[in-house]
Structures are given as structure tokens and as C-alpha cells.
């Protein structure tokens, strides 16, 4: 058997793992219920529906209602996700999210699926580039951002166990495989995905693997990355982010999110509070209309891309 | 221009908003293609807007809130002379203004819209203005069916007859279809016209692919003054393309090339008739 090496082999997309272990977690408890608002197509849910049709509840094209909804749900013992576009779901529930669910403290597990700019193209009202910010700001919520096929599976599962709210958001390409065998995702503790010296990349959701390739790509100049998946963006694992400040020369935070309040300022925060001081940079999607294109041009356009992270690093390096 | 003259053009906006959603590779095919009437007797024969006009207080004024079908909107903004129709040959490419929802960076639209549920009340924003200030413009919004789940749409409702807003005309896309399926499967809505009557709206209904039948409706609003006026237009999700008609899988879907030949083949025969 060959060895393991990251970012090789490509896997399904996060949203088919999501559906998959959420139908195995619903075929063995019938406490599990999604709830969706004419997002199962989407949601990649329509096995689910077929097979569990006691365990899916639609609500229609009502957002608000949804996360509602599932608070009573949980409020009585359901184990319920709450399934619709990231950008919907954090935007126009975000009253329902911070006082039906966190304030009120009903663990409704809230799944924005196509997050950041997945719907590409069709523009800014379907991208969630603010959800981080909006959801860090409230309190009682963890957030998670999986980076790959296992940490998706995991974070649905540990979703399960979970007595206080948490939100997951992924996008919907495939991804490819980050963690080998004996990895272990525990939410608030960041998973390491190669070590360096130099640079240490934070990155999280999709945009971990192009971190990753940049980091592949910096090895031909003899520079080493440490890249981090910071799948957990709350509670944040400060240690790492510290561990960087000390262990590497310059810091790079890349999200598939505004550059305002997301995970590059949660680091930032953790540093400066720390009153560490290190070559540092943000990369997301900076505070404009967002360019249109597909996923993948928007990410090239903002640099969140195997050459744009290269050239960032390398950039900073050489202030 | 006679009805006849209206439904060659309907047959010409449903070949062009194909030809770009094939082009694009991307689109809300069966909603487009289900309001296209609807925006062919607005366009051509309600709204007092244009080119020339645009950006005039006076204006009528056209809020799309099922933004998704945009596809039928640009056709018909192009053909209005809003802006060149090979625009369109860039829908939803890298740096192009044409995305897929309606956005004012695009001349001719007055509202980016495209999240569902927050057309009404602008248009009920807009349609106040036009009081406070004696003017005398109209303000129409297209709402989808499965859209009036959003419950927003029923706060509008309420605030549109609470200050009298005869001047807002309110038109629901009655396809029964929506993403996942049937809207009467997702979210009940009947028996919808009697909502609207106890929200205090004057109702009427018709088919919103008879061009003559939905011309008729809006030349006569108000239908009560005082009142602020719906439509509920009865009409079919893909229509013009018997493989797609009634199938919400149409809903974002895109012809393959076969697909996408036969049905502007069936678009020349309905064209034909005509000849
Ligand atoms: C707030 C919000 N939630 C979900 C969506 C995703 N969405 C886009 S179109 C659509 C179905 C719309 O159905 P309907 O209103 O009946 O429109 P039509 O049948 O005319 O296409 C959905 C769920 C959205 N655009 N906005
Ligand atoms: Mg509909």
C-alpha cells in the first residue's frame, strides 16, 4: 500500500459526505431529523427523503421559519439539522440563529451548504462570505469549516453529540484528501497538514488544499510551510496559531470568506492579545463587490489560489 | 403592436434566453421561460419605461422579486433597447455585469434581488414614495410561488394595504412548481386568492400566458381603488418546450445539445404557425 500523502488524491465533494453520514446517523436514531427549506435537491437529500421520509421535515422557501422551527424541534429532544444555502441560513436566520438557538441554548445543528462564492456566478446574493464574521459575533455557536472529506464526516458526527449549537459550512466540488490514517478531529483543535519552517499557512474550508500547493510549490525555492487546517474557526485553537507566531517566520491566513471578521482577524486578535508581532497577511475576499465568475476564478482573482498563495508568502518573506 | 405581434416576440425571447442559458451553461430555464409572457405585455404595452426614461422620477417601475429567472429579463431588456443583445454573450462569465440574478450595475433594472422574499417590500417602499409625493407612476413586482413561503412576502402584504397602495401592482408566477417539486408539496398555499382578499388585496386571476387575457388585467388596475392589486397568473413551468413543461427539474436545468436543438426546433414550428 502506498503511503499517504496529502492533497493527492481527490475525494467526493463535502456536501456528499455530509448526506451520507447524516442518512447513517438518521438509519440507526429516529431522533435524527433534518429539516430543509426546498434545499434537499441541493443538499444532495433526496436519497434521505426517500428512504426516511418520517425524518425529513420541509418547511418551503422560509429560511427564518426553518431555524425556528428546528429550535422547537430540538428544544424536545430531536437531534435536527437545519439544511440550507449558507448564505440564506446565516443572513436571513440570523435572528432565529442568535435567539432561537444560541440564546436559548437549542442545539440545532445548522448546515449552510454551498458556502463562500460556491454559487459562483450567480452573484452576491447567493455567496456567503460574511457568515463567519456574523456567527463569531454571537455567542454560544461553534463554527466549523471542513477542509476535506474525513474532517466533513467527522464534524456531522461530532454535530450529533453536540449539547450546544454549532454551524458547519462547506461548499459543494470535490475536495481532495488532506488527512491520512489516524487522524483525529476534535472540534476547537486544528489538524496539521504538513510541517515547515518558514511559513506557516492558516487555512481553512477549500481553501486548505490550495495552501497546501503552494506550500508543495515553495519547496523548489527551499522554503518550508507548516499548513494548517483550521477547520474550527470557534472556538479558535489559539495554541497553533501561537505555536506559528514562534515556530515560523511569517503567517498567512487564507479563507473562502470577506477579509473583514473572519478567520484572518480571529488570528490576528490572538497575536496582537498575545503581543507577538509577525509578518502577517489576510487573504479572502477583500471588501468590494465580489468579481464575477465561477468558484474557481473568483479564488484565482483574490489570489486564494496554489500561485497566489506562493506569491503572497513569498512576498512576505522578503519585507 | 397586436397580440399576434406579442406572441411571435414571446417565441423569439424563449429561443434567445435559451441560446444564452446554453451558452452560459447556466440558467433558471423553466422559471424564465414560465414568466416571459408575463414581462412581453409588461414591456411592450404596460410599463412606461425605456431607455430614453430611465432614471426619470416618473418612471414606472418593475421590481423583479423571483430574481432568479433573470434570463427572460435581459432578453426583454435587450430588446427594449437597454443595452445590445451580444452583451448577453458574456452571461455569467469572468468580469461580466450580466450574473445570474438582476443586478442595477445593468441598465434598465432597479433592484438587485435574487435571495426570495424581499421584492414586495421594496416595491411597497417605491410604491409609497409614489404616494407621498402625489406622483402618479406604478410600481409592478413578480413574485414566484414557492417564494410566498418567505414570510416577509405577508409583512409587505399587510403593509401594502395598510397605506391603501393602489398605485402597486403584485403578479404571483403560479407554476405550482418550485425547486425540490410541487410547490402544494413543499408549502401549502391554498387556497391562495383568499389570503390575498383577507390582506385586503383585490384580486384576480388569469392566464399568464394569454397575452391578451394578462393585458386586459393590467390595463385595469386598481381593480379597487384604494387597494393594492394581485394577479395570480396561472402558468407553466418550461413552458414552450414540451419536454420541459411541468417538470421542476427544469427548474436550473440546461439542454444538452440535442435537447437544446429540438427545442428550438419546436420554438421555428410555434413560429411557423405564424408565417
Ligand atoms: C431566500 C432564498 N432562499 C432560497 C433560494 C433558492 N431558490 C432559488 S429559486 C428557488 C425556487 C423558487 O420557486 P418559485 O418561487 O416557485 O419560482 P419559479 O417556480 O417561478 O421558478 C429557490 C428555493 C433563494 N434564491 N432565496
Ligand atoms: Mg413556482
Request: proline share 3%; net charge negative.
Amino acid at each position: 500500500m502506498m503511503a499517504f500523502v496529502a492533497g493527492q488524491e481527490l475525494g467526493k465533494a463535502n456536501i456528499e459526505v455530509f448526506s451520507e453520514t447524516l442518512l447513517s446517523l438518521a438509519g440507526k436514531n429516529e431522533n435524527v431529523l433534518v429539516v430543509t427549506s426546498d434545499s434537499r435537491g441541493s443538499g444532495r437529500l433526496m436519497s434521505f427523503a426517500a428512504s426516511l421520509p418520517d425524518q425529513i421535515v420541509e418547511v418551503g422557501i422560509a429560511e427564518q421559519n426553518l431555524v425556528g422551527v428546528s429550535a422547537g424541534l430540538a428544544s424536545t429532544g430531536k437531534i435536527v439539522y437545519a439544511v440550507s444555502p449558507a448564505s440564506f441560513l446565516s443572513a436571513r436566520a440570523l435572528e432565529q440563529i442568535k435567539n432561537d438557538v444560541c440564546y436559548s441554548n437549542q442545539p440545532v445543528k445548522l448546515i449552510g451548504i454551498s458556502a463562500g462564492v460556491s454559487y459562483g456566478a450567480l452573484g452576491s446574493t447567493h455567496h456567503a462570505t460574511h457568515d463567519l464574521a456574523v456567527l463569531r459575533a454571537v455567542h454560544n455557536i461553534s463554527i466549523v469549516v471542513p477542509a476535506d472529506n474525513f474532517e466533513t464526516a467527522e464534524a456531522i458526527n461530532a454535530a450529533a453529540q453536540m449539547a450546544t449549537p454549532i454551524y458547519v459550512r462547506f461548499g459543494k466540488r470535490p475536495m481532495y484528501h488532506l488527512h491520512g490514517p489516524g487522524a483525529e478531529f476534535v472540534v476547537g483543535k486544528s489538524l496539521a497538514v504538513r510541517e515547515g519552517t518558514d511559513v506557516t499557512f492558516i487555512a481553512t474550508g477549500e481553501t486548505v488544499y490550495h495552501a497546501l500547493m503552494a506550500a508543495v510549490a515553495m519547496e523548489k525555492d527551499g522554503l518550508t510551510c507548516r499548513v494548517i487546517s483550521m477547520h474550527t474557526v470557534k472556538p479558535l485553537d489559539a495554541e497553533a496559531v501561537l505555536h506559528a507566531a514562534s515556530e515560523t517566520r511569517v503567517i498567512v491566513t487564507v479563507e473562502e470568506h470577506s477579509v473583514c471578521g473572519g478567520l484572518g482577524e480571529a488570528c490576528a486578535g490572538v497575536l496582537m492579545q498575545a503581543g507577538l508581532s509577525v509578518p502577517f497577511r489576510i487573504v479572502g475576499l477583500p471588501d468590494e463587490y465580489t468579481m464575477t465568475g465561477s468558484q474557481v476564478e473568483i479564488f484565482e482573482h483574490y489570489g486564494i489560489s496554489d500561485e497566489g498563495l506562493a506569491q503572497t508568502a513569498k512576498a512576505l518573506l522578503n519585507q | 403592436m397586436t397580440d399576434d405581434e406579442l406572441r411571435i416576440k414571446s417565441i423569439h425571447y424563449r429561443k434567445r434566453l435559451l441560446k444564452y442559458i446554453k451558452k452560459a451553461n447556466a440558467g433558471h430555464t423553466g422559471g424564465s421561460l414560465s414568466c416571459v409572457d408575463i414581462l412581453n405585455v409588461l414591456y411592450n404595452r404596460i410599463l412606461n419605461v425605456s431607455p430614453g426614461n430611465f432614471g426619470e422620477p416618473y418612471r414606472d417601475r418593475y421590481i423583479q422579486s423571483k430574481g432568479h429567472s433573470v434570463e427572460a429579463l435581459y432578453v426583454v431588456l435587450a430588446d427594449r433597447g437597454f443595452f445590445a443583445e451580444s452583451e448577453l454573450e458574456t452571461l455569467c462569465r469572468h468580469r461580466s455585469h450580466y450574473v445570474g440574478h438582476p443586478t442595477r450595475k445593468v441598465n434598465g433594472i432597479e433592484q438587485n434581488t435574487g435571495a426570495l422574499g424581499h421584492g414586495l417590500a421594496f416595491s411597497v417602499g417605491v410604491a409609497l414614495s409614489a404616494k407621498k409625493d402625489g406622483a402618479d407612476y406604478k410600481v409592478y413586482t413578480l413574485l414566484g410561488d414557492g417564494e410566498l413561503a418567505e414570510g416577509s412576502n405577508w409583512e409587505s402584504l399587510l403593509t401594502a394595504t395598510h397605506y391603501g397602495l393602489d398605485n402597486l401592482t403584485a403578479i404571483v408566477d403560479r407554476n405550482n412548481l418550485q425547486l425540490t417539486g410541487r410547490t402544494e408539496d413543499m408549502c401549502n398555499l391554498e387556497p391562495l386568492a383568499e389570503k390575498f382578499t383577507a390582506f385586503g388585496w383585490s384580486v384576480r386571476g388569469a392566464d399568464g400566458h394569454d397575452v391578451a387575457a394578462m393585458t386586459d388585467e393590467l390595463r385595469s388596475v386598481p381593480f379597487d381603488l384604494g387597494k393594492p392589486s394581485m394577479i395570480v397568473a396561472k402558468t407553466i413551468k418550461g413552458k414552450g418546450i414540451s419536454f420541459m413543461e411541468n417538470d421542476h427539474k427544469w427548474h436550473h436545468g440546461v439542454p444538452d445539445d440535442e435537447q437544446y436543438e429540438q427545442a428550438q426546433q419546436e420554438l421555428d414550428a410555434l413560429l411557423a404557425e405564424y408565417e
